[in-house]
């Protein structure tokens, strides 16, 4: 296959931290070629001097010839190489139409306003099109606020593919997305590869990729390890090779006895997404949600930390009535909410110590007064436990990779020293050793009285940590699963409405 994008001794280096250090690796068109390793292996910061978001502290990059490490990353989206970021990069209150052209609008053909006008209805064919090519069952007139987390990903995706770029590139573009979902996504990649795109995906599902990728390109630390034909595959040598160290069990989840209830929804809804939901949660349990997109799962998570109104039910903490009307209310309930998108908890441009100790600011005043010393003790204590003491804390948000804006997340929830979490999507974009760091926190809060609801696309990470499984299927809960009575086709069958 025709070699069209190369990577020559690529460098980038920050203030105290090497993100990358001499990387070359060749990329042929047509093809899938996936990229894996640790959080702060350099995935993403490859990535993004790929596609023009950041310029090399040396080396190069070339497509089809062309030098482009330098451009800038709209020129180098003009060329053709797009990226879809692991954070939603959609305008909520627009449509699921008008976010596919936003930037991009059809002209009509003739007419006095032609230079200045949209023609409405040739972006309606073409997004009815292109979504139908994806298989995605979306409304081009639904405004994306409406749609849950996975739903705008399928958004974002056929933006990349609505304008036929030569290069895109994924970066987790399946953390929110459930098995079936991911199934879908992947044909689709495919035939986008088999009609000459080529197609960049950062993941740390090594079993996806293994399915998908022509080739897997394994990061350590900032450097390459090593590029591995499909020939070639075999799971545990690819974890070898990404580990700096060795991995515990997958799912370390601890037995306990369950305590008195603190949580109770009695026919809760919103009046759209769910409705005659029920539930308990008891101290010292972990209780899975599970649905496909759409099904409701967020919303639910949106009602019982305050950021959606209750239109319906009564939701009871330790046997009394509570009003939830805004997140507010549900922090001093003790609720602690942990969304999917980590922007959505996080201010951009304070540090990492600073976002950590916001959900907690008594712990560092004295007599109203901030104590700098005890923030930065507390940020580093949490970031030693979640494993990213190595990131100097005094870095805005916004520049730090995923993975560990996540840790960061975590952190600031775990210090609010609340009694129910919820957790929606805790370890998308997380890799093996970090999924499991997350874990043990989650059973540190157990082993404390606490109550977890942990929602997740990922079907074996429910299986793994929780006592009960409640299954969603269009706003309604359809299963309630023990742990023994849980199987993967059991709940698929579920959430699919196949029972």
């Known amino acids: 296959m025709e070699e069209f994008l190369t990577v020559r001794d690529v460098s ?43 310029r090399p502290t040396s080396g190069s990059v070339f497509f089809r010839g062309q030098r482009i490490d330098k451009l800038g990353f709209y020129a180098v989206q003009k060329l053709g190489v797009r990226m879809m970021f692991q954070d939603v990069n959609l305008v909520p209150n ?93 044909r689709v990649l495919r035939r986008v590869a088999d009609m000459g795109h080529t197609v960049l995906m950062v993941s740390h599902k090594i079993e996806e990729l293994i399915r998908l990728a022509d080739a897997i390109s394994v990061l350590r630390e900032g450097r390459l390890i090593r590029t591995i034909p499909k020939e070639s595959y075999e799971k545990e040598s690819i974890l070898l090779s990404m580990a700096v160290g060795g991995y515990l069990d997958r799912y370390p989840k601890i037995k306990l006895k369950k305590g ?29 949600v599970f649905g496909l997109v759409g099904s409701g799962r967020s919303a639910l998570a949106d009602l019982i930390t305050g950021n959606c109104p209750l239109r319906k039910g009564r939701i009871d903490i330790e046997g009394k009535a509570v009003k939830l009307a ?13 969304p999917a998108t980590t922007m959505d908890s996080l201010v951009p441009l304070m540090n990492a110590e600073q976002n950590i100790t916001l959900s907690n600011l008594r ?30 804390l005094e870095r805005s948000v916004r520049d730090l990779s995923g ?38 926190l989650i059973n540190e809060l157990v082993l404390e009285n606490a109550g977890i609801l942990l929602i997740s696309s990922d079907i074996n990470e429910l299986l793994g940590m929780c006592d009960r499984l409640l299954i969603l299927y269009r706003g309604q ?23």
């Open 12 to 54: 980038l280096h920050y203030i105290n931290q090497i993100a990358l250090q001499d990387v070359s690796v060749s990329l042929t068109r047509g093809s899938i070629h996936a990229f894996i390793g640790e959080n702060g292996a350099g995935k993403s910061s490859l990535m993004k001097v790929i596609a023009g978001a950041v």
């Open 94 to 186: 627009m449509s699921v139409m008008d976010n596919l052209f936003l930037g991009n609008w059809i002209a009509p053909k003739s007419g006095l306003f032609k230079h200045v006008a949209i023609d409405k209805a040739r972006q309606w064919e073409k997004t009815v099109e292109t979504l139908q090519t994806l298989d995605f069952e979306l409304d081009p007139a639904t405004r994306v606020s409406e749609l849950d987390i996975g739903q705008q990903k399928m958004v974002e995706i056929a933006k990349s593919i609505l304008w036929e770029s030569s290069v895109l590139i994924l970066d987790e573009a399946t953390a929110y997305l459930n098995d079936l979902e991911t199934a879908k996504l992947f």
């Open 260 to 288: 008195s209830e603190l949580l109770r929804l009695t026919d809760v809804g919103d009046g759209l997404r769910v409705h005659g939901i029920e539930l308990t949660l008891r101290k010292r349990e972990i209780l899975g």
């Open 326 to 338: 805004n997140p507010r209310d549900a922090q001093h309930a003790r609720i602690a909410y942990i």
């Open 363 to 392: 712990s560092i005043t004295s007599r109203g007064i901030l104590e700098k010393h005890l923030e930065h003790e507390i940020a580093q204590d949490y970031a030693y436990r979640l494993g990213f003491d190595k990131i100097p």
């Open 403 to 440: 993975g560990t804006r996540q840790k960061v997340m975590l952190s600031k929830a775990l210090l609010a020293h609340a009694k129910i979490f919820v957790f929606n999507e805790p370890t998308k974009g997380l890799d093996i050793s970090s999924k499991v760091e997350a874990y043990n």
């Open 477 to 499: 809960v359809v299963a309630e699963l023990s742990a023994k009575e849980m199987t993967e086709l059991q709940v698929l069958n579920y959430a699919s409405g196949l029972r």
